[in-house]
């Protein structure tokens, strides 16, 4: 292809419509056409990321290889694509401001007056195009956070507009609102999709392509009636109706023919059809399976889910594999007590205890992870999970009553989870963690081994706290084994405990790493662990 394609995608009506995922399908379609193609998130927020948000706010905070803290929506991104993300892929208002006012202090700005236009316009703009630099993609989807009418969002229309203005024909916007129907009256109201196509054309912006969140099916009618009062042709109107799971989109949306009509609105000529065969034969066990395996997820933010977004993925991706689908207990750590932990847990195959921060719900997690030790049933404690089962083997095992992390008692006389020298003087906290990816040594004959058949790995980090070296030779005397190492710090990445069927604790988010076409194989692993759990 001669140049980057851009391909915007707003939203309109109300939030939460799922943009992530239609960006997403689009681009699933238009890679296993062949093109290479990346998809990026501004979020309007003036956080300079989500790092420092509580998951209450937007759910879980995704991570990528090179370390940056980002939007969930990076996650489907990888999920549905199977290529990494990085820092590129999402920005925040925060950013934008940053960058600007460090800018304005260096003097950059020549005394000029900085304004949100054209300087903050210019800066998102930069953004947006530093994916197309040296045509690494064929398309570069950028989503835009919020609704069509914020007014944290509007500087980002306005970008849009300067920026179709500038691209012309390489470049197109794919609106997504929501027909709402009436039970009343039985039928599909398409008001509130002309009232936001509305908005966007008084900020100067044409939508190109409408996509229709809906519960029902939409006809010819409805279709032409949008077509009629948004500017748009009948054959741009995409029906994108409730779908049983994310996965399945790609495929209506092959179905509503997006890919080709954003291909033939951007004069991009091809003979090549979506290649999906390997994606519709995960669908097909993901819809058809009839094996169920119980595994609970322990964690204090379960009121949200989203908050566990990956985890609760990456067990859809390797229930597949291993032709079951994970019933998901979501079990809330505050709520376990020790007399309660056999009604809790009794009828569970598997327990994942999930990271987390701060002292909250922390003695649940402990009780859980002390229930699945003894009763041998399979573990996976992950970053927070991980430190709590070594919490346990040194309160339960080792028989040290205070041992805990330097993070929930600063005082204790044995901390097993402690702080390096190098965070000890860190004061500010967003960005400041270990976050990203790092290497990681597996020694051989041991269950991380047999896992990932490999001696050396690459996982994705987010935390301060480490194991504390200096406990190292007592828990192994004791039946841990260190079975992963950071080789640069000498640092525990994986811990497991001997004379257990599945017992594995892991510093590091394999949960990051699992994609459709990559399930992970620590969960594919935990799962199947699970599944051969008769007790
Ligand atoms: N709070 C712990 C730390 O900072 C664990 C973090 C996590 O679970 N992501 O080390």
Sequence with gaps: MSSTKYI???????????????????????????????????????????????????????????????????????RFLNIPTSQANNVTTGKIYQTV????????????????????TDEIKRRIKILGQNHQFDFV????????????????????????????????????????????????????????????????????????????????????????????????????????????????????KLDEVVLKKLNVHTNSKPELSNWKAFLNILYSTKNQVDIALVGKYVELKDSYK????????????????????????????????????????GILVAPGFGNRGIEGKIIAIEYARKNKVPFLGICLGMQCAVIEFARNVLNYEDANSREMNPATTHP???????????????????????????KENTLAYKIYNQKLIYERHRHRYEFNNEYRDVFEKNGVVFSGINP????????????????????????????????HPLFIHFVKAAIDNNG
């Design 101 to 120: 006012i460090d800018k304005e202090r260096r003097g950059d700005y020549l005394g000029k007056t900085v304004q949100v236009i054209p300087h903050i």
């Design 310 to 349: 990956s985890i609760a993925e990456a067990f859809i991706h390797a229930g597949v594999k291993n032709n079951h689908k994970v019933n998901i207990h979501w079990i809330h750590s505050e709520m376990i007590t020790k007399d309660n932990v056999q009604k809790l847990l009794g009828n569970i195959k």
């Design 141 to 256: 989807i950028t989503e835009i956070g919020g609704t069509v009418g914020d007014i944290e969002s509007t500087p980002y229309i306005e970008a849009v507009r300067q920026l179709k203005w500038e691209l012309g024909n390489n470049c197109l916007v794919i609106h997504l609102t929501l027909l709402p129907y009436l039970s009343s009256t039985g039928e599909l109201k398409t008001k509130p999709t002309q009232h936001s196509v509305k908005m966007l054309l008084e900020h100067g912006v044409q939508p190109d392509i409408i996509v229709c969140r809906t519960e029902h099916k939409i006809n010819d009618d409805i279709r032409k009636k949008i077509a009629l009062f948004c500017n748009v042709s009948k054959e741009s109107v995409i029906e994108a109706i409730d779908a049983k799971s994310i996965y399945e989109v790609p495929l209506l949306m092959e179905k509503e």
């Design 488 to 519: 640069e710090k000498d640092l525990v990445e994986i811990m497991e405990i001997k004379y257990h069927p599945f017992f594995i604790g892991v510093q590091f988010h394999p949960e990051y790493k699992s994609t459709v076409e990559n399930p």
């Design 8 to 78: 915007f995608v707003t939203g309109g009506v109300t939030s939460s419509l799922g943009k992530g995922i239609i960006s997403a399908s689009l681009a699933k379609l238009l890679q296993s056409r062949g093109f290479k193609v990346t998809i990026q998130k501004l979020d309007p927020y003036i956080n300079v990321d989500p790092g420092t948000l509580n998951p209450y706010e937007h759910g879980e905070c995704f991570v990528t290889d090179d370390g940056a803290e980002t939007d969930l929506d990076l996650g489907h991104y990888e």
């Design 416 to 442: 097993v989870i402690d702080l390096l020298e190098s965070q000890k003087s860190i004061n500010y906290l967003g960005g400041t963690m270990r976050l990203g990816a790092y290497p990681c040594e597996i």
